[in-house]
């Protein structure tokens, strides 16, 4: 059985860190997919399926109706025992840019939790739309600059 892990600004809120230390990992960065509970879920469940296998994190903006309680209730009845990890983290929409979703982000290191004076960025070549994994993940290698990193997450969603 799965757990969701549910974590704001980098403070664990519930179960334990998603952060991985393996050199695999390392290597290959981070996958983010950025998803908000407005979307529907079907389309919520999938992303958390392709993200549990890959290895990714989901990020929410922040709490449902501004409510750790909702936000944890719903994350409990959309993704059942499917996702591993799920963050809230409004730093990371801002300081990717990040609009609109579902977006696929692809970095060369993992997401760091800004402190009082820095909120780092790292490489990243984003997509944007509800277009799966695969697709999202193949036009990065074929267009963007992390080709390498997501190669690495395509090769484990077609394992």
């Known amino acids: ?16 860190s998603f952060a991985t230390t393996s050199n695999e990992h390392a290597k290959s ?3 983010l997919v950025f998803v908000s509970f407005s979307m529907s879920k079907i389309s919520l469940q999938q992303w958390a399926t392709q993200c549990q296998k890959v290895g990714g994190t989901l990020v929410l903006r ?5 409510s750790l309680k909702e936000t944890l209730s719903a994350a409990n009845v959309i993704f059942k025992d499917r996702v591993e990890g799920m963050i809230v983290d409004p730093t990371a929409f801002e300081r990717y840019a990040i609009k609109t979703v579902p977006a696929v982000l692809v ?10 004076t820095n909120c780092p ?5 984003v997509i944007y739309g509800d277009i799966g994994l695969k697709y999202a993940l193949e036009k990065i290698k074929n267009d963007g ?4 990193n997501a190669q690495i997450y395509l090769e484990r969603l077609n394992a």
């Open 62 to 66: 922040g709490f449902k109706n501004n």
């Open 145 to 148: 600059e992390l080709d390498k």
């Open 107 to 116: 970095t060369d290191q993992n997401l760091v939790p800004c402190n009082e």
């Open 29 to 31: 960065g981070q996958l």
């Open 121 to 125: 960025i790292s490489r990243f070549d």
């Open 1 to 16: 059985m799965g757990r969701i892990i549910l974590f704001f600004l980098g403070v664990i809120l519930q179960s334990v």
